[in-house]
């Protein structure tokens, strides 16, 4: 099978391999379509320390069952599906505790084993979900970004009612931000970043606020958009310095930031400021079972579509799509990379 590895620092290669072997529990998917995450930008750069070349990545994907491990059950041969990619123990004190986000021996397909940027992928049978033959492929493979930010936007939403939200990063994890928050009951959502190509992306698509945060003059413009309500939530899916300086600014008074973006560790904050202000920080990594299956739900439902801000490549065009996306050539938010091309 053809396969994109991995093999090094801004190095991806079309390889031939192997179709894996499957254990007496797992499913063989043959994948058809695979979104780059932004994760796995840094992985390509050699940032990340838990991808270990050489590595297929690959954690965003649709595909169909083509073949059962001999002791699985529930899951059928053809049927169209996506994969939870975060595969928890269920015994250690947090997945007892319930817990399961924080698993102490949690693994990710992609990254601690072979992932979807390949023809086929072998996967636990426990982490397949079932989707109708209807749903667009590249919606479904939407899944995996939509739960994590489904469980961001959940919990923050959960402490103010229409809240006016402030979302910083044009990207997947922040657009997909900012269509879950319509959906659970914010009132206006202004999605800000620096890169006027994306912004002017998300206007076209009909997101009703877009701002440049790099401009002077950012925070008058979000005073006009919000009036005296101001902004109660912010998520950041950034995570760099300036983003995280300018969340302390502009929110309000009892407000919360959901910090999801993990762009430095490191941050100077004024912790005085938020106690005095009795500000709520937040942050929120991944998604708990339920969170899957409720954005799954969304896709399923088309309340939320990959229309008008993704671009679709061949599995040949890794190297440079990745490439294109760490020097800021990409104008969309999310690259799909279709196996059936």
């Known amino acids: 099978m053809k396969v994109l590895s991995w093999n090094g620092p801004k190095q991806m290669d079309v390889e031939e391999r192997s179709v894996p072997e499957l254990a007496k529990d797992e499913v ?8 780059i995450c ?17 590595l297929i990545m690959g954690h965003e994907f649709s595909g169909h069952v083509e073949r059962l ?13 996506v994969v939870n990619p975060l595969l928890t123990c269920g015994s250690c004190k947090q997945c007892v505790r319930g817990n399961e986000t924080q698993c102490e021996n949690r693994k990710i397909i992609g990254i601690h084993r072979s992932g979807a940027f390949a023809e086929y992928v072998a996967v636990p049978a ?15 493979a939407l899944a995996e970004p939509l739960a994590c930010c489904f469980r961001a936007v959940r919990r923050v939403l959960a402490l103010h009612t229409v809240p006016n939200v402030l979302i910083y990063g044009a990207g997947a ?5 900012s269509f879950v928050a319509k959906e659970l009951g914010a009132n206006h959502v202004i999605v800000a970043d620096i890169n006027e190509e994306r912004l002017q992306t998300l206007n ?51 407000g919360v930031i959901m910090n999801v973006g993990l762009g430095v560790n490191e941050t100077p904050l004024p912790i005085n400021d938020f106690i005095r202000s009795e500000i709520t920080v937040l942050g929120s990594f991944c998604y708990s079972r339920q969170d899957f299956q409720d954005a799954v739900q969304l896709l399923v439902n088309a309340k939320v579509t990959p229309d008008g801000w993704t671009e ?12 294109d996306l760490i020097e800021g050539k990409v104008k969309n938010s999310k690259i799909f990379l279709d196996l059936n091309k």
């Open 28 to 35: 063989l998917v043959k994948v058809d379509v695979a979104g």
């Open 312 to 323: 679709v490549r061949k599995l040949e065009d890794g190297q440079q799509s990745f490439m």
């Open 173 to 177: 994890i922040g657009l997909l931000s």
């Open 38 to 54: 932004g994760s796995e930008i840094e992985g390509f750069l050699g940032h990340n320390s838990l991808r270990v070349p050489p």
């Open 69 to 81: 491990g001999d002791e699985v059950n529930g899951v059928t041969k053809g049927a169209k599906v």
């Open 126 to 140: 426990s982490a397949v979900v079932e989707v109708p033959e209807s749903i667009d492929s590249y919606a479904a």
């Open 204 to 254: 076209e698509i009909g997101i009703e606020h877009t701002l440049n945060n790099g401009k002077d003059g950012f925070e008058q413009e979000l005073e006009k958009i919000t009036g005296d309500k101001g902004i109660d939530v912010l998520i950041d899916a950034v995570g760099f310095l300036p983003t995280r300086s300018q969340a302390a600014k502009v929110i309000n008074p009892g």
